[in-house]
């Protein structure tokens, strides 16, 4: 990698924007300085210019299926492909992500630690970073249990955390309440039992590993933050009633601290087939009350991340994270912190903080350029003009 430069008119630098020209120079793979104003490069640096453009770091999906292809029933199709197949699913999801200038994703469900292992054949600086829960834990028959994370009993659960430790996963992934997806299960209930999620806490935690735990029903993010997880997906709060956060709930969550990663998000342009619709209405989830949970959460203060449960279906293709920030707006959320959460917030939360989601020298050189500026515009995400990846323009 040589040394270079990129300027821009504006920058988002992780938590503020900074307008009037930006200089960012690179030299391997990471970031050496940020010059604001419109001073020279160094000599022998060569420039890229990005005229009315934003500089941004590279985004952070902190909720992605690597291993689904966005097909009907990506999930329930796992069961049947081979481990080479996957792998093939896994580097064109990755691809895709990185031409939507997503540089890091969290995989929070894989096939019987399929991405793991794909990962731990050899780091790929050409594809974004990926950070992997492996099989998500399940109770027995329960959401995504044909991922292969079944456990019953304390015990049982103990002892799939410490599976995924020795595979080598980066958090754990709990499924405390049931899910759209697998018949059978309930989305307005927990799976597991306070001791069996407190023992999932605890071994993880032991290993130095965080926990999420999935939870649509509201007891099950109650749960959730009565045990001490460390974030919580979707948080839909789903009763027999329908979906609703209440404000002392999200109250309670805010103080806490836990990360809470809202999976809003779909492409505009793919029309949801009628029996999807319906198996969500069933569950008490619509997009209004989805969006109505994310503004409450929002209100109260609550660390959010953003995740767009990427791979799960035809809307949910990979690289759809820009539509959950156009979404993160829609619900009132201002546009910077929705950068925040797909930025520096996000490296955070994936553990890679000191190193990822900011333009500042020592970080490493995740880039994306946008034409226009996504502060006023949050929908020029849409169209990246480039992607750096450790340094490198790839996209």
């Not at 200089?23 to 060569?46: K, M, Y």
């Not at 999801?93 to 991405?115: K, M, N, P, W």
């Not at 000191?354 to 502060?375: N, Q, W």
Request: negative net charge; hydrophobic residues 45%; contains cysteine.
């Amino acid at each position: 990698m040589t040394k270079h430069a990129v300027r821009a008119e504006r920058m988002f630098d992780g938590e503020r924007l900074v307008d009037g020209g930006v200089l960012v120079l690179l030299d391997g793979g990471r970031i050496v300085d940020v010059r604001s104003g419109r001073p020279e490069a160094p000599e022998g640096w060569p420039v890229r210019e990005a005229p009315n453009s934003t500089l941004l770091p590279g985004l952070v999906d902190a909720h992605v299926h690597l291993c689904a292809d966005a097909g009907p029933d990506a999930l329930g199709r796992l069961a049947d492909r081979a481990e080479a197949d996957l792998d093939a699913v896994v580097e064109a999801s990755l691809r895709a992500h990185l031409r939507a200038g997503i540089t890091t994703v969290r995989d929070l469900g894989d096939r019987r630690d399929a991405v793991l292992r794909w990962r731990g054949r050899g780091v790929r600086d050409d594809l974004p970073t990926v950070v992997a829960a492996g099989a998500p834990v399940t109770s027995v028959g329960g959401h995504c249990w044909a991922l292969g994370g079944e456990a019953r009993g304390v015990d049982g659960v103990r002892e799939a955390v410490w599976l995924r430790a020795a595979a080598g996963a980066d958090l754990v992934k709990i499924m405390a309440s049931g899910g759209v997806f697998t018949p059978g299960t309930d989305t307005t209930r927990p799976q597991f039992t306070d001791q069996e999620l407190a023992a999932a806490r605890n071994q993880a935690h032991d290993a130095g590993l965080p926990v999420t735990a999935h939870a649509h029903a509201l007891s099950a993010v109650e749960q959730a933050l009565r045990v001490g997880v460390d974030g919580i997906e979707h948080c839909t709060c789903v009763t027999a009633a329908g979906a609703r956060v209440p404000e002392e709930l999200a109250d309670r969550l805010a103080a806490s601290g836990i990360a809470v990663c809202a999976t809003l998000g779909t492409d505009p342009a793919v029309v949801t087939p009628p029996e999807v619709v319906e198996m969500a209405a069933r569950a008490g989830l619509s997009e209004a009350a989805l969006r109505a949970g994310t503004a409450a959460l929002h209100r109260a203060g609550v660390r959010l991340v953003a995740g767009s449960d990427a791979g799960l279906g035809p809307a949910k293709p990979h690289g759809i994270l820009p539509e959950t920030l156009v979404d993160y707006v829609a619900c009132g959320i201002p546009a910077t912190a929705a950068l925040t959460a797909a930025t520096s917030v996000g490296a955070e939360v994936c553990g890679l903080g000191g190193r990822k989601g900011r333009v500042h020298p020592g970080f490493e050189a995740d880039l994306l350029i946008v034409d226009g500026d996504p502060t006023s515009d949050i929908t020029v995400l849409r169209r990246p003009l480039a992607v750096y990846r450790a340094g490198d323009l790839v996209s």
